[in-house]
């Protein structure tokens, strides 16, 4: 009924750039804040980086200055625009949105995950 399908992962060296998508679909009737989650093996998902529909981000103390987020509200696409990756940025990425159905049902919905790993 309602899908988020995450795309752009992948294997790239340290220093390098990965640029993520996040696509809602279904019967939506409204978005609210997106965002992007990870979580590395043996440790809690934790949050990356978060947008409201009118376009505030926040960031993790982590990322800040290296990733930008950003949304296209007519496309119902959220992106993770990660620069100068490290190893420690390893982990699968997961989109998270706030958003209400056509039947004014108001959920928290994830993707499926996309993995992001960076060599040194």
């Known amino acids: 009924q309602v899908q988020l399908v995450e795309s752009g992962g992948g294997l790239v060296q340290a220093g390098g750039s990965l640029r993520l998508s996040c696509v809602a679909s279904?019967?939506?009737?409204?978005?609210?804040?997106m965002g992007w989650y990870r979580q590395a093996p043996g440790k809690q998902r934790e949050l990356v980086a978060d947008?409201?529909?009118?376009?505030?981000?926040n960031y993790a103390d982590s990322v800040q200055g290296r990733y930008t987020i950003s949304r296209d509200n007519a496309k119902n696409t959220v992106y993770l625009q990660m620069n100068r990756l490290k190893p420690e940025d390893t982990a699968v990425y997961y989109c998270?949105?706030?958003?209400?159905?056509?039947?004014?049902?108001?959920?928290?919905?994830w993707g499926q995950g996309t993995q992001v790993t960076v060599s040194s």
């Open positions: 279904g019967r939506i009737l409204s978005i609210n804040d």
């Open positions: 998270n949105a706030l958003m209400t159905t056509i039947s004014y049902h108001k959920y928290a919905y």
């Open positions: 947008i409201t529909s009118g376009g505030i981000a």
